[in-house]
């Protein structure tokens, strides 16, 4: 089980990328789909595998609580010996990406801006991502971060 400061992250990155209220209104974000909003939410109820459900509008297959996309879900699948695409997968594909990062010393010792700064290639809502996506501001990454528990450096 995933604890402290780095489920602290996750939760942030979950505010991030689905926000809170669409959190409130799925399974915390394992079942939302690319282009959900609150009020018209596009779930997905089959955790065997990735989705791969690509939405036109949003030119993306994007799920989960962290969207991850599907072209990598076979390499991830493998490498991690995830048995599906289920919550705890779902985690430990997350944590993978940070690890990826070199973010997880920045995270254990609280230094949330060097973590946001060295994952923003892997999620399009952190601040300075540069995708062309809404961009979260850094504030509000923080104050999520805190509300889930993480500690501040």
């Avoid at 430990?92 to 940070?98: K, P």
């Amino acid at each position: 089980m995933i604890k402290g400061n780095r489920k602290a992250f996750l939760d942030m990155i979950a505010y991030s990328e689905i926000g809170p209220a669409l959190l409130s209104v799925s399974d915390n974000g394992y079942n939302v789909l690319v282009g959900s909003t609150p009020e018209h939410p596009l779930l997905f109820d089959n955790y065997s595998q990735h989705p791969r459900i690509h939405n036109d509008a949003e030119d993306s297959d994007a799920a989960g609580r962290y969207q991850f996309m599907g072209r990598y879900w076979l390499t991830y699948k493998a490498q991690l010996s995830l048995p599906d695409f289920g919550p705890d997968s779902q985690d430990e594909w997350a944590m993978q990406l940070i690890r990826e990062c070199h973010a997880l010393a920045a995270i254990d010792a609280g230094d949330l801006q060097t973590a946001v700064h060295l994952c923003r290639s892997r999620w399009a809502s952190f601040p300075e991502a540069g995708y062309g996506q809404h961009e979260q501001q850094f504030a509000a990454l923080q104050a999520a971060y805190t509300a889930a528990g993480g500690t501040l450096a």
